[in-house]
């Protein structure tokens, strides 16, 4: 008798999923919390978004290895091919920002020729660029730019999963839990 297969994710894709949702929503409010704070405050603010960032990276970087060790359940076939193909360019893009925004915040800062310290417990050193502040900040700027653009993907995506648990009501959401019922 033939394997079915499963429309929910695998237990580690939902572990990294929402570890690292989490953690780039926590990098917004870090960033926004630094923004309107006084510079010595800042500077505590940034340096838990850059640690935070970097654990994003290597999370991010896990998920790919898992993923392709993993292979992702097959939509439902209620879902239009427009959605499917949408969905798949924006689990794209996030990938492309998970890896891109820590690696262009940690080469941003390294041309201020500082690392990136982890919480107090290691430092990962700043990239071999050399100085050059107006270098660096142009990165950042671009960085800040892309982290605008994740926050957007992120409220689409969440709208996407509501539209089809509320609207649709196709089982969309419960691929991604542990509990529910995902419809083929």
């Given at each position: ?92 893009i996030f990938y492309v ?44 700027e671009l960085h800040h730019?892309g982290g605008i653009i ?35």
């Open positions: 008798m033939g394997e079915t297969v499963s429309s929910r994710y695998s237990a580690g894709a939902m572990i990294f999923h929402w570890v690292i949702a989490v953690a780039v929503i926590a990098l917004w409010r870090i960033a926004e919390a630094a923004e309107h704070a006084s510079k010595v405050d800042k500077a505590y603010w940034m340096d838990h978004h850059k640690a935070l960032g970097i654990t994003v990276l290597v999370l991010s970087l896990g998920r790919i290895i898992w993923r392709m060790a993993h292979p992702v359940p097959p939509m439902s076939n209620k879902i239009a091919g427009w959605q499917k193909l949408a969905a798949r360019i924006v689990h794209i920002l998970l890896i891109g925004l820590p690696l262009g915040g940690w080469l941003g800062v390294s041309y201020f020729g500082v690392g990136i310290d982890i919480w107090g417990m290691f430092e990962v050193p700043g990239m071999p660029v050399g100085l050059s502040p107006d270098t660096g900040k142009g990165i950042l730019k994740m926050i957007a993907l992120v409220f689409l995506h969440t709208l996407g999963a509501l539209k089809h648990t509320i609207w649709d009501k196709d089982g969309t959401l419960w691929r991604m839990l542990p509990f529910g019922t995902p419809k083929p």
